[in-house]
């Protein structure tokens, strides 16, 4: 059975010429949204193939169109869906050295320079200057990890944990 992860959230429709408004959850909107690059809608029952005919960036959005879906009409079913890609289309060539898949990341345990578990990574925001973690821990409120060398000091996927060095304020202690 094949294993698919998300690229995208599909919040709207965007004009009348099967347009859609698509939040991007994925490393390379680049490349995962460019023309001909072959994604999958999922909706509860199916994943549906794909292919994108035109993509650009508006605002906080990727506006995609998929071939022979030509209209409003076509698309408008599937607002709340979320496009997915078949993970075995990933490569570790993509990557730079110290470079990772949101989905190595996600789900992590955060833990500092003690040894004391701070959460989980549950959500990577992108921001521009660098990417910032929502770390959640049961019984704590939300905190974020800004992806800077200060903080992070390492990355051990075999291991399943995130090594950071606590800076002051980091943490709200509320």
Not at 31 to 51: D, M, N
Not at 64 to 76: A, G, Q, R, T
Not at 117 to 130: M, P, Y
């Amino acid at each position: 059975m094949a294993n698919f992860l998300t690229v995208g959230n599909i919040v709207n429709t965007q004009g009348l010429k099967g347009e859609l408004r698509v939040m991007s959850q994925t490393d390379f909107p680049e490349e995962r949204f460019k023309v001909g690059a072959k994604l999958f809608i999922e909706t509860k029952t199916e994943k549906i193939p794909v292919t994108i005919k035109t993509h650009r960036l508006h605002k906080n959005f990727q506006l995609v169109s998929f071939v022979d879906y030509p209209s409003i009409n076509d698309v408008e079913k599937y607002k709340g869906t979320r496009l997915v890609v078949d993970a075995s289309e990933l490569s570790d060539d993509d990557l730079a050295e110290d470079e990772f898949y949101y989905h190595e990341i996600i789900g992590l345990e955060v833990i500092d320079e003690n040894g004391q578990n701070l959460g989980k990574v549950s959500e990577i925001l992108e921001t521009g200057a660098n990417d910032v973690w929502t770390v959640k821990k049961p019984g704590r409120k939300d905190w974020y990890l800004p992806y800077i060398d200060q903080v992070v000091k390492e990355i051990d996927l075999d291991h399943g944990v995130v090594k950071i060095e606590m800076m002051e304020g980091l943490i709200d202690e509320d």
